[in-house]
């Protein structure tokens, strides 16, 4: 298993992940809780979650982030349409920013980097325009570099992302359907250089039917893939 030097990194289902670092710093990635069929019962989430990232609009990384950011006096940080829709909601602290950019979070410094997926959110008027998907770059001072691909299509410039970033621990969708699949989510971790996985967005529900024991079979010999539950750490 790889070190992550103090840092936990706790999935919650689906691609719902909380990262906390060694000096206390909660951040919380696409928070899915109320409809998730895959969240850990009674898993109670730290009192204080300092940030919250979104990845991309769709309600199966967004629906609990207002909820969530108002309970647990959390800063919303997402590409800048979405950060002003969930502002219009009625979140208080948002951070918008795009493609490229980096925002340092207390001891962590978060980049937005590609993704290749569509992004609209919805409420009772429809569908809206909130930005282009996109995936986060997470380099904790003294400790590791985590990447969330958040819903993505394998794509070339993940290469960019190895050469620029070198992510430890790489959180990828497997599940197909909606993202890349096993196959291209192997491809995914060679041109990123990972040499830890946690499969994220497969088995949530039934047209997500990739699998870690298909990834783990496609991946090289040292690249470990992680096989936790939800509600278990890394
Ligand atoms: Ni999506
Ligand atoms: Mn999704």
Do not use: C
């Not at 809780?33 to 898993?43: D, T, V």
């Not at 207002?66 to 940080?77: E, G, L």
């Not at 040499?195 to 040292?222: I, K, M, R, S, W």
Request: a negative charge.
């Amino acid at each position: 298993m790889t070190s992550l030097k103090g840092t936990r990194v706790t999935w919650l289902g689906h691609a719902t992940v909380l990262v906390q670092t060694a000096k206390g710093t909660n951040i919380l990635i696409d928070p899915f809780i109320e409809q998730n069929p895959k969240y850990p019962k009674g898993f109670k989430l730290p009192e204080k979650i300092h940030y919250i990232l979104l990845t991309h609009g769709h309600s199966d990384h967004i629906s609990d982030a207002v909820p969530v950011a108002k309970k647990h006096k959390s800063t919303v940080v997402a590409m800048y349409e979405l950060s002003a829709f969930v502002g219009k909601q009625g979140v208080k602290d948002t951070v918008g920013m795009n493609l490229g950019g980096t925002v340092q979070l207390e001891d962590v410094a978060v980049t937005m980097v590609d993704a290749k997926h569509s992004s609209g959110a919805q409420d009772d008027d429809g569908t809206h325009y909130v930005g282009v998907a996109a995936g986060y770059i997470l380099a904790v001072s003294g400790g590791p570099v985590l990447y969330h691909a958040g819903d993505t299509a394998v794509f070339g410039d993940m290469k960019l992302i190895q050469e620029l970033y070198r992510p430890e621990l790489a959180m990828l969708p497997i599940g197909g359907h909606f993202t890349m699949g096993p196959k291209e989510a192997a491809v995914a971790t060679k041109l990123l250089g990972a040499y830890t996985v946690l499969p994220l967005h497969f088995g949530t529900f039934p047209q997500l039917t990739g699998t870690p024991e298909q990834l783990a079979a496609l991946v090289d010999a040292n690249v470990k893939v992680v096989r936790i539950e939800p509600g278990e750490s890394i």
